[in-house]
Nanobody
Framework: VQLQASGGGLVQAGGSLRVSCAASGRTFSSYGMAWFRQAPGKEREFVATINWSGSYTYYADSVKGRFTISRDNAKNTVYLQMNSLKPEDTAVYSC?????????????????WGQGTQVTVSS
């Protein structure tokens, strides 16, 4: 499985951005997917996860109500819509795939990782 994240960029505080993660492989629809982020000098942290069908999602408290994870299995793509962005959301955002298909906040449950896309929120 190969994951390619895209869509990052520079945005002002309060703005919106959508990042995407395109996956290879014909079994994408069976994967649980997630977004993690890592800011400079900080540990990687969980952001959001979605199960194989898209029927269940789970968010970190820090993004709940502002971010929305979704997926399009026909396009082998998972999205993260980010609204009301704050400077503290600045980080490299990476997508991850779990062969187990559920929703998981632990990075240990994910076997495949994308290279990440930079999101910078200016104040």
């Amino acid at each position: 499985v190969q994951l390619q994240a895209s869509g990052g960029g520079l945005v002002q505080a309060g703005g919106s951005l959508r990042v995407s993660c395109a996956a290879s492989g014909r079994t994408f629809s069976s994967y649980g997917m997630a977004w993690f982020r890592q800011a400079p000098g900080k540990e990687r942290e969980f952001v959001a996860t979605i199960n194989w069908s898209g029927s269940y999602t789970y968010y970190a408290d820090s993004v709940k109500g502002r971010f929305t994870i979704s997926r399009d299995n026909a396009k082998n793509t998972v999205y993260l819509q980010m609204n009301s962005l704050k400077p503290e959301d600045t980080a490299v955002y990476s997508c991850a795939a779990s062969l187990e298909g559920g929703i998981y906040s632990s990075a240990l449950r994910y076997s495949y990782w994308g290279q990440g896309t930079q999101v910078t929120v200016s104040s």
